[in-house]
């Protein structure tokens, strides 16, 4: 099984419908983040969190809410899709800044 | 904010040739992370440096933190080496993650 597994793999969905992305993982790692990729852009930072009590806002959280259950899971959710939320999600564990990154196989949502 | 840069952002190679990969960072910065993007999309961390130079296999990856500048090598390359390659920095001062640059797409024709 991989370290850090997401879910679904691709999702296609329609405007104004809630989504929910999940992750989990096996590394133990306290650090847990949520990036978005889109075409031509580097992977820009949507949520992170230091531990299940420990949620901060990244970069382009407008649109999203996360939620991290336990140590090893953590959802990103939007409300209510739109168009412009097709992307490429990514989610990613550390240990912290001076150790590596851990990232998972990614999510393809499409919003139509 | 710090700003990342890569060179160059496409690049295509015959097998077996030296590859260079650039990432230029305005900021000083802690760690500065390579990472592999694979057609299909999944991201593998390569390195991370702070200083000086680390090698893997046929990768190198070289560090000037004086200049704000990193070079990712590959020698000997061959197709499978063809991906995005990915340069993110962490800038301190927080818990928000990395800084990504936008990727150098590699292509190694055999």
């Known amino acids: 099984d991989a370290d850090v597994t997401q879910t679904p793999r691709n999702r296609i969905t329609k405007t104004g419908k809630r989504i929910m992305l999940e992750c989990s993982q096996t590394k133990g790692h306290d650090r847990m983040y949520w990036y978005r990729q889109d075409p031509g852009l580097g992977l820009r930072l949507i949520y992170y969190s230091f531990d299940v009590k420990d949620i901060n806002k990244g970069e382009i959280s407008d649109g999203y809410s996360v939620s991290r259950q336990a140590q090893a899971k953590f959802s990103l959710s939007l409300e209510s899709a739109i168009p412009n939320q097709t992307a490429l999600y990514f989610c990613?564990?550390?240990?912290?800044?001076?150790?590596?990154?851990?990232f998972g196989s990614g999510t393809r949502l499409t919003v139509v | 904010k710090n700003e990342v840069e890569q060179s160059p952002q496409n690049l295509t190679a015959q097998e077996g040739e030296f590859i260079t990969i650039n990432c230029s960072y305005s900021?000083?910065?802690?760690?500065l992370h390579w990472l592999q993007q694979h057609p299909g999309g999944g991201i593998v961390s390569l390195f991370m440096?702070?200083?000086g130079k680390k090698k893997h296999g046929r990768l190198i990856a070289t560090i000037n933190i004086q200049e704000k500048h990193s070079s990712l090598h590959i020698t000997a390359s061959h197709p499978r080496d063809s991906a995005v390659y990915i340069c993110?920095?962490?800038?301190?001062?927080?818990?928000?993650?990395?800084?990504f640059g936008k990727g150098t797409h590699l292509i190694i024709q055999p």
């Open positions: 440096l702070s200083s």
């Open positions: 900021v000083g910065i802690s760690a």
């Open positions: 993110a920095v962490y800038s301190g001062g927080g818990a928000d993650g990395l800084t």
């Open positions: 990613a564990t550390s240990l912290g800044f001076d150790y590596g990154y851990t």
